[in-house]
């Protein structure tokens, strides 16, 4: 094992909300329950080294049992959610003893990443010091205020971005001590110190589970 680590920080602690009350970490997806698939991705993953989960009190010893279940090794800890995702990330990296590094933050809702972008992300990461899987815009995007347009930005600038997103251990200490608690990412952690994003290739069936119809798309994607 490299002495340069990288730990992957899965963020599991939302509160499922468009799902109907239903927990979606836990949801059934082809008879495994969503976060498993995230768990094994980062486990087959070469350049991972650990993994934290960030999740509810309540489902701190299920996460445990599933790894301990599936065999996910590097499975290290499960840390309990802020009050934003930021701060959630926050208590996953005080939580890591090593002055350098990487840090990989997924969404435990994305089950369909692959080993294979993960190591790319990491790759870029360590290479730029900061790096975000995204996909180009397919649809023109508007910008609108009070439910009208006001702008229409230029769409082959447009990137819709996913995870997971790694940044250098170091830099993203020092940027999350200014950086907004409301961050919509993790990436906006680090754009908002100055520093330069690298965006890596992501992949458009890299889907997020939100509402209860992306567990069908979901579904359709693996039987692919």
């Known amino acids: 094992m490299s002495c340069f680590k990288t730990f992957a920080v899965i963020a599991a602690a939302g509160n499922s ?28 993953a070469k350049s991972a080294d650990g993994i934290i989960v960030v999740s509810r009190p309540e489902n701190a010893d299920k996460i445990a049992a599933l790894c301990r279940e599936n065999k ?18 926050l208590n996953a990296v005080s939580t890591i003893g090593e002055e350098d590094g990487v840090i990989a933050v997924h969404d435990g809702a994305r089950p369909l990443v692959t080993p294979a972008l993960i190591d790319a992300v990491i790759a870029a990461a360590k290479e730029f010091k900061a790096a975000v899987l995204a996909v180009p815009a397919r649809d ?12 229409t930005p230029d769409r082959g600038r447009m990137f819709l971005a996913q995870t997971p997103q790694a940044f250098d251990l170091r830099l993203y200490r ?27 290739a992501g992949d458009y069936r890299n889907i997020k589970i939100t509402a209860k119809e992306d567990l069908t798309a979901a579904e359709a994607l693996l039987c692919f």
């Not at 996910?72 to 930021?86: L, M, N, P, Q, Y």
Request: aromatic letters at 6%.
């Open 174 to 200: 020092e940027a999350a001590k200014t950086a907004p608690p409301d961050a919509a990412d993790d990436g906006v952690v680090v754009e908002s110190s100055g520093a330069r994003v690298k965006i890596v």
């Open 140 to 151: 023109t995007v508007k910008e609108a205020a009070g439910g009208f347009i006001t702008g």
């Open 72 to 89: 996910i090794d590097k499975f290290k800890a499960v840390v309990t959610g802020g009050e934003s995702r930021a701060l959630s990330v």
């Open 17 to 44: 909300s468009r799902m109907g009350g239903a927990d979606k970490i836990f949801a059934p997806l082809l008879g495994k329950p969503v976060l498993l698939y995230s768990l094994s991705a980062f486990q087959e």
